[in-house]
């Protein structure tokens, strides 16, 4: 079985410029989460789609990130525009349903602000 | 909300020795509880889960970790580590609604010759 496809692996941008992540989740699985990992820190959830609506963007700054997953498959996060403190890496997880199933994670997208 | 407290960062521990890599959780309601592995320039990788029935939950590598619902704690404990158990431990924990997935900061667990 395929895991979660997440690309590209590594970015770097200038701040105040824009960039777009894509997640390609397990094929089957309704669940789709994006999660922030700052170095020193736990993953935090930014978003969790059920198939394409969306279930909890509490902790998304919408004033610059967005997320869409249309056709309730892949998904593409955006930040626009970026910030010196959105250096993190963006995971990728998916579940069949939500989290009384397991959650398989990409190997994230390591993003570098400058 | 749920919370995790991992106070441990970083745990130095030679081969062949035990470890125990605490965990502590703070919820008003019932909670699932998971430990994740990530190995270096990899995901994560779930180790084991407690979701229901015995409070002592095995994984397939040695590792075990005991829910305590009274101590609120989740600690990962194995008998003998490896070289190869070398990586980046995370506990999580949700409510049983299936809601957001609350990450500890992790523990990295470094185990030397």
């Known amino acids: 079985e395929a895991g979660v496809a997440q690309s590209p692996r590594y970015k770097i941008i200038e701040k105040r410029q824009s960039v777009a992540f894509w997640c390609n989740p397990i094929s089957g699985h309704a669940t789709l989460y994006w999660y922030q990992q700052i170095l020193g820190q736990g993953p935090k959830l930014l978003i969790q789609f059920q198939n394409n609506g969306v279930v909890d963007d509490s902790q998304l700054p919408k004033d610059r990130f967005s997320a869409e997953r249309l056709k309730g498959v892949d998904s593409t996060l955006k930040i626009q525009p970026a910030k010196l403190e959105d250096s993190a890496v963006y995971l990728c997880?998916?579940?069949?349903?939500?989290?009384?199933?397991?959650?398989?994670f990409g190997q994230g997208t390591r993003l570098t602000v400058v | 909300a749920q919370s995790v407290t991992q106070l441990d960062s970083q745990v130095p521990v030679f081969e062949e020795a035990p470890v125990e890599l605490r965990c502590n959780y703070s919820?008003?309601?019932?909670?699932?509880l998971f430990w994740y592995v990530q190995y270096p320039n990899q995901g994560l990788q779930l180790l084991l889960k407690?979701?229901?029935?015995?409070?002592l939950v095995e994984s397939i590598n040695g590792f075990e970790a005991e829910f305590n619902k009274s101590q609120t704690s989740f600690h990962l404990r194995k008998p003998s580590v490896h070289i190869s158990d070398t990586a980046e431990y995370f506990c999580a924990v949700t409510n049983t609604g299936f809601q957001k997935l609350v990450f500890g900061t992790g523990t990295r667990l470094l185990v030397s010759p």
């Open positions: 407690y979701l229901s029935g015995s409070t």
């Open positions: 997880a998916s579940s069949l349903e939500a989290m009384n199933t397991e959650a398989f």
């Open positions: 919820s008003s309601v019932s909670v699932y």
